[in-house]
């Protein structure tokens, strides 16, 4: 199935360390949202809260549509995103924003 990506609040430059919002519209006119998160930024982001205050003192992350990868790059979400398309996962993890209705 055809689908494209949007990323509501821009693209980051390509690291290992980040999490970035996509926007996959699909041919059939639905539209889910998911936020993808390395690995490094889940520790990142547990050792700021740690001092914070946030989610337990950093004891735990979450996040509804939450995909975490290795790396973030528009090849890494294109191919995780085709991934979760083809296999149907997409209507599982993703939080469906526009229905085909």
């Not at 979450?62 to 191919?79: C, D, G, H, L, T």
């Not at 996962?89 to 469906?96: D, F, T």
């Amino acid at each position: 199935m055809d689908f494209s990506l949007h990323y509501p609040t821009g693209f980051p430059e390509p690291t290992e360390d980040d999490n970035v919002d996509v926007r996959v519209e699909l041919a059939d006119g639905r539209a889910y949202s998911l936020a993808f998160f390395t690995v490094a930024n889940l520790v990142t982001l547990m050792a700021r809260w740690g001092k914070t205050g946030e989610c337990a003192h950093g004891l735990y992350v979450w996040e509804r549509n939450m995909v975490v990868v290795q790396s973030i790059s528009e090849a890494v979400i294109r191919k995780v995103a085709q991934d979760l398309v083809e296999t149907g996962n997409i209507e599982k993890i993703g939080w469906l924003i526009h229905s085909s209705d």
